[in-house]
């Protein structure tokens, strides 16, 4: 009995230092891809926080950030017209593909959203989905980063201001999206509730107290309205760090393979390319699935009223 009483003592013990170990170490482990990245970057060998300026167009200077943009923004374009310049009810491979995704992206934001607001936001949320989806995987292609001005190092050429970077690795293009939707959401929700309803769901009173008791839970609303006006103010910044944090991360860790082992950099990236795959297909659906939220809590509230409205009004009068 003694026996069995010290074995599994000492496998409690054994459980409890490889779990200390293992505490120990993980922080180590998490921090060393951020260090490699950080010191990549500091020693000018992975991607730049800013984008590389490549000239000037009317004044205007472009960077390679930008390149990239429109560069994806095309690639979509001619995908989508290749897709549906011959449509038919038996639809080819590319029409059919086409049509798998946006079928399925509006069924489920008709299942969260509601059907008429998903398909009248579904111009916008549609193609937020795909342009982001498209620019995150066109990030991946052979030439990104790879292709551009730099100078001769003990390891060949080191690329220092590259053609293209990938477009929503800059905090200005996911930055101008967030904006964008910003503009539509608002435009959405005084179609939706009006001016004066939008401002009484920021800042109305719930529950038709009145009194005294009333004041102050008005007095309470108006506090909460503020703070929502500032939760507001911070989407586009919060929705535009997210994906901008995720993809340079990304590209960032790729950078750093690249240039770190350069003896292995045709075949060590190839794994986390799939994983690249697998997140550019998450960012895009996060944003979009934050969008589609942030436009059906402004939304479903007037919708809602209208409807109880509508079923509140008497019908016409009719005599036996």
């Known amino acids: 009995m003694s026996a069995e009483v010290r074995l599994v003592a000492g496998e409690r013990m054994s459980t409890t230092r490889l779990t200390t170990l293992f505490c120990a170490a993980l922080p180590a482990v998490l921090a060393a891809p951020r260090a490699l990245a950080e010191g990549a970057i500091e020693a000018g060998e992975g991607l730049q926080l800013k984008a590389s300026r490549l000239g000037e167009v009317c004044g205007v200077p472009v ?3 930008m390149v990239a943009t429109w560069l994806s923004a095309g690639v979509l374009v001619l995908l989508t017209h290749l897709a549906v310049r011959r449509a038919s009810l038996v639809p080819g491979r590319l029409q059919g593909v086409l049509e798998v ?10 299942g969260l959203m509601g059907e008429p607001l998903a398909r009248k936001t579904f111009w916008f949320v549609g193609t937020l989905f795909l342009f982001i989806l498209c ?3 066109c990030g991946l292609l052979p030439g990104f980063g790879t292709i551009g001005w730099g100078h001769e ?3 060949g050429m080191t690329i220092t201001r590259p053609l293209l970077r990938g477009a929503d690795a800059d905090v200005n293009l996911t930055f101008g999206i967030s904006m964008l939707f910003m503009g539509c959401w608002l435009m959405w929700s005084l179609q939706a509730q009006g001016l004066k309803g939008f401002i009484l769901h920021l800042f109305g009173p719930k529950g038709g107290t009145t009194g005294l008791i009333g004041f102050f839970v008005g007095l309470v609303f108006i506090a909460a309205g503020v703070l929502e006006v500032v939760s507001i103010a911070f989407r586009p910044i919060s929705l535009s760090l997210r994906l901008f944090g995720n993809i340079f991360a990304g590209e960032t860790m790729m950078e750093t393979m690249l240039h770190k082992f350069p003896m292995a950099s045709w075949v060590l990236p190839v794994p986390f390319y799939f994983v690249e795959l697998v997140v550019g297909v998450i ?3 996060v944003f979009t699935l934050l969008v589609a939220i942030f436009t059906m809590l402004s939304c479903e509230h007037g919708e809602e009223a209208g409807a109880v409205h509508h079923r509140a009004e008497p019908g016409p009068a009719t005599h036996s």
């Open 63 to 65: 960077t390679n950030s």
């Open 101 to 110: 995704i946006l079928d399925g992206l509006l069924g489920f934001l008709g």
């Open 135 to 137: 620019a995150n995987w």
């Open 153 to 155: 190092s003990a390891h």
């Open 283 to 285: 960012q895009a659906a």
